[in-house]
């Protein structure tokens, strides 16, 4: 029963280029969540996703940051042109379609730095 | 928006040591979430509270969701080395957007051998 999947686990841009962040969720699962985490501060929720759709993109930034969840593959969470500020943790989490009831399970994460 | 408080934001005890931490709220959970993370690691749920007064264990872990539904505490017994890492406390958001967990900043828990 393999968890949730992210890579890469460490990833160093210099400003301007671009991040993909890769997560392939729990077998079953259909349901995808990104959350980020900055230096010292608890996780905050960025964008909810289901298989080629965007539910609820609220928390993530307007501007450089977008995500997808293709019919096939993982979802992808990309940011353009990449500023010192994006350096952070980016946590991936995924549930299932029905009996969902609060919890949420992480994978290991994204370490993105940007020099 | 919500907002979570814990408290202590950390502890250094002696291994052995019994620990409690707690999570405040302004506003009311309809469930609470106690997540433990290890350095460079994912946040690994330890313990799910669904019902107000609710008291559950897992191991040597206790928590307790708050009759108010605005605070729990986590109780750690007897800790050992391995219980190092940071401890969150977090809770859904209301109505169909229960997949949006506010968390609180975490308290940091040394266990010195």
């Known amino acids: 029963n393999a968890g949730v999947m992210q890579n890469p686990r460490h990833l160093v841009r210099r400003r301007g280029q671009e991040a993909r962040l890769r997560c392939s969720p729990m077998?079953?699962?259909?349901?995808v969540y990104w959350y980020r985490q900055l230096p010292e501060e608890g996780l905050k929720f960025m964008v909810y996703?289901?298989?080629?759709?965007?539910?609820?993109e609220s928390g993530m930034p307007k501007e450089r940051f977008s995500a997808e969840f293709p019919k096939e593959g993982p979802s992808i969470l990309r940011i353009q042109q990449v500023v010192r500020g994006d350096s952070a943790a980016y946590f991936c989490?995924?549930?299932?379609?029905?009996?969902?009831?609060?919890?949420?399970?992480f994978g290991e994460g994204s370490r993105l730095t940007v020099l | 928006g919500q907002q979570l408080n814990q408290s202590p934001q950390s502890m250094f005890i002696q291994e052995g040591e019994d620990v409690s931490m707690n999570c405040t709220s302004s506003?009311?959970?309809?469930?609470w979430l106690w997540y433990k993370q290890d350095p460079g690691e994912g946040p690994v749920l330890l313990i799910a509270?669904?019902?107000?007064?609710e008291l559950t264990s897992n191991g040597r872990l206790t928590a307790q969701f708050g009759i108010t539904r605005k605070d729990s505490f986590l109780n750690i017994s007897a800790s050992i080395p391995s219980d190092v890492g940071i401890y969150f406390c977090?809770?859904?958001?209301?109505?169909?957007?229960?997949?949006?967990?506010?968390f609180g900043k975490g308290t940091l828990l040394t266990v010195n051998p």
């Open positions: 996703l289901q298989k080629e759709n965007i539910i609820d």
């Open positions: 077998k079953g699962h259909s349901h």
């Open positions: 989490a995924s549930s299932p379609l029905e009996g969902y009831t609060g919890e949420l399970f």
């Open positions: 509270l669904y019902k107000a007064g």
């Open positions: 506003s009311i959970f309809n469930t």
């Open positions: 977090a809770g859904p958001g209301s109505g169909g957007s229960n997949y949006k967990l506010t």
